[in-house]
């Protein structure tokens, strides 16, 4: 049982607050703020206490998603509420950040009049809601078909022939009506990496885990399904829906834990496999294909994940050089080598490298004018910034520390480099979606997209 449910900016600014039963005061907001300011880690507990009141947060799109209850409720269910929650918004308003809730409040009331009543969970089902849901949504940005730009998935530089508008995912679900019943779907997958480089070279860690998301803006969306063969409609607002089916085909060679690979077909392989209560998985085991019949929003099908070994070798390498000159001063010299494909890039590469203690300021050689590097004094550590690296090259920089006072061994206080860093139209595991199909075929113009995006979760380089 909820009774109250609020949305903070990042600052502690009170964005949405919801009172259903009123047994707390409204101060709770201040209370809840406070003692996840107070706390020194950065990862604050997920359910905090002050009375007999519990809090139960999740951190999405920069913004605290908080639920209170003074009942026994289990925290388990208030989480996966508030991670639904967080999706719904996401799916009337068309994106999460401070400035979309700011302006979409009226509908994201409504919302929580319908979703919660007197503390009790009814629905966070955008099919269920459409129905009752009259507020329209208000984007950030207008949304223009005509938009189109090179810029991708999570600001990946394509052509421009070959991609989607950079907005054309993050807008709300109900644009689909406005835009002309114009059916489009985006099937994104993404993966997120964990790599611990030791500093003879060697792999010691390497985990990989991904998703396959759907995203549907079809007016044709119904998210229930009878059979492949049969359509069935319903008139709702003077118009007509139809169900449909979504087949996913996955590569033929795709194999779970260590099963035998078939011999043909691009390669992949993953320790474990978990989907979504819609998906199908009749003809998984002999073709390796997904049903579904997709909702209109965004849902995960299927979550998998790559333990202990990589396909192939990390996409980093770093050289590093670390030595006192004459002056006093700490020198660092770095090489990073990028191994993916030649034709293949990563954008946005931040690489993290703690200093000793007494660090005041830094001079810096880098090997091209597009990179930048600063000493952040707060984290004892140097951020150096490459907005591309192409595939099969190498970059360098040079650093030149000087320190009020360097201890006996200032080597020893360098630490682990930490990279951050995104793959576009790469995946670490080799999944490739072979073929994006519906049946029975849409009336009129419909556009499927499909993404791949590879993401560093803790790249690590001990040096």
Not at 23 to 46: I, N
Not at 76 to 84: A, G, H, K, P, S
Not at 291 to 306: K, N
Not at 376 to 390: D, G, H, M, N, V
Request: aromatic share 8%; with cysteine.
């Amino acid at each position: 049982m909820i009774s109250q449910v609020f949305i903070l900016s990042s600052q502690g600014d009170h964005l949405i607050y919801k009172d259903f039963r009123g047994e707390a005061g409204s101060d709770v907001v201040c209370v809840f703020y406070e003692k996840v300011t107070a706390l020194t880690g950065d990862q604050p507990p997920v359910v905090m206490s002050h009375g007999d009141l519990h809090f139960v947060h999740v951190r999405q799109g920069g913004l605290y998603w908080v639920a209170t209850t003074t009942a026994d409720s289990s925290p388990f269910t208030v989480i996966e509420f508030l991670n639904r929650l967080a999706a719904l918004v996401k799916d009337y308003c068309g994106s999460l950040c401070e400035k979309s809730v700011q302006m979409n409040f009226a509908l994201i009331y409504e919302l929580l009049d319908e979703v919660v009543d007197y503390g009790y969970i009814q629905t966070t089902s955008s099919d269920v809601l459409k129905n009752f849901i009259q507020t329209e949504a208000v984007c950030s940005k207008p949304f223009s078909l005509f938009d189109l730009s090179n810029v991708g998935l999570f600001g990946a530089e394509t052509q421009q022939s070959k991609v989607a508008p950079s907005s054309a995912a993050t807008r709300p679900v109900q644009s689909s009506r406005e835009q002309g019943g114009k059916s489009e779907i985006f099937v994104d997958v993404i993966e997120r990496m964990s790599v611990v480089i030791g500093s003879n070279g060697v792999v010691m860690k390497a985990d990989v885990e991904g998703e396959i998301r759907v995203k549907c803006f079809m007016p044709s969306c119904s998210g229930e399904c009878e059979t492949v063969t049969l359509v069935s409609s319903v008139t709702l607002s003077d118009s007509l829906w139809f169900f449909t089916e979504m087949r996913i085909g996955l590569n033929e060679e795709f194999s779970i834990g260590k099963s035998q690979l078939r011999g043909y077909g691009a390669t992949a392989r993953v320790d474990e496999c978990r989907f979504h209560q819609a998906v199908r998985l009749d003809e998984f085991n002999g073709s390796r294909i997904l049903r579904l019949c997709p909702s209109q929003g965004e849902q995960t099908v299927m979550q998998y994940q790559l333990s202990d070994e990589l396909p192939s070798a990390p996409p980093f390498r770093l050289h590093p050089t670390i030595q006192r000159d004459s002056g006093g001063r700490l020198l660092m010299y770095l090489k990073l080598r990028c191994d993916l494909p030649p034709k293949s890039a990563a954008i946005n590469v931040c690489v993290s490298v703690p200093v000793p203690r007494g660090s005041a300021s830094v001079s810096q050689e880098l090997s091209s004018p597009d990179q930048s590097a600063e000493l952040k004094l707060q984290s004892r550590a140097i951020e150096w910034k490459i907005p591309r690296f192409a595939g099969g090259t190498q970059l360098s920089a040079v650093f030149k520390l000087e320190a009020s006072a360097l201890g006996p061994a200032p080597l020893m206080e360098v630490g682990q480099v930490v990279l951050a860093f995104e793959l576009p139209h790469l995946t670490v595991t080799g999944l490739q979606i072979r073929f994006l199909r519906l049946s029975p075929v849409q009336p009129g113009p419909s556009q499927r997209w499909i993404r791949y995006v590879t993401h560093s979760d803790s790249y690590v380089i001990r040096v």
